[in-house]
């Protein structure tokens, strides 16, 4: 294996700080940690939770390119609502 090609349907992240509420897993993969069972996230998902606790609108929030074109902070991915208190 060469580092990143294995395991590629989960992933964990550990988030604290600000007014993220204490104590909260969200999600569960396989007794491998191979594959999510419950409550599939995205890294897009994460980001635009970090974006909300910084007071910062990301899927409306863009910027335009050389071409003008609009890019986005984040694409797809919506606040985690466990940690942004709308579960």
Do not use: K, Q
């Amino acid at each position: 294996a060469a580092g990143r090609d294995h395991w590629g349907h989960a992933f964990s992240v550990l988030m604290g700080g600000g007014r993220l509420p204490r104590g909260i897993v969200v999600g569960a993969s396989d007794e491998h940690g191979a594959h999510v069972t419950d409550r599939p996230l995205t890294p897009e998902d994460v980001a635009a939770t970090i974006y909300h606790h910084l007071g910062i609108d990301s899927p409306r929030t863009s910027f335009p390119d050389r071409a003008g074109r609009p890019l986005y902070l984040v694409e797809s991915g919506e606040p985690i609502r466990e940690l942004v208190g709308t579960a």
